[in-house]
């Protein structure tokens, strides 16, 4: 579960990094504002149709890999991450995949090889740092 200050929008950049797709939730927030159940004010439009103010998901296509939540929180992430995920592309493919994550919004903070691998640590657009190894 990700903490967010902006639950959709990390589920988009999130999607694309992890190869991912964000999780539809339209059919089941339009009947519960239709049944009264979800007051219209606790929702919110996106390209998918009406969501969730709040919350978002993503799913993995193949169904092997965890879905991933996102949720928002009042407060910003100020020094600990809220979560930490290392993308493992291999060392061929690590420095295409953080050009990749950057197009997409991800920001370079710095290179290691503390632990034995190159991994390179990037911020997603609200600062959570991961690694690319």
């Not at 439009?45 to 799913?59: I, Q």
């Not at 169904?63 to 930490?84: D, I, L, M």
């Not at 290392?86 to 997409?104: F, T």
Request: proline content about 5%.
């Amino acid at each position: 579960m990700f903490d967010a200050a902006d639950p959709h929008a990390q589920a988009e950049f999130w999607a694309e990094a992890l190869r991912y797709e964000v999780e539809d939730h339209s059919p089941v927030v339009q009947s519960l504002v239709d049944a009264g159940q979800l007051p219209r004010d606790a929702t919110t439009t996106t390209a998918r149709g009406l969501a969730f103010a709040d919350v978002a998901a993503l799913s993995d296509p193949t169904g092997a890999r965890p879905r991933v939540f996102f949720q928002r929180v009042p407060e910003a992430k100020t020094v600990k991450n809220r979560v930490h995920l290392d993308i493992q592309v291999g060392a061929e493919r690590a420095d295409a995949e953080a050009e990749r994550l950057a197009a997409l919004g991800a920001t370079h903070a710095w290179v290691s090889d503390d632990r034995g691998v190159r991994c390179i640590t990037m911020r997603d657009p609200e600062g959570n740092e991961f690694d690319i190894c």
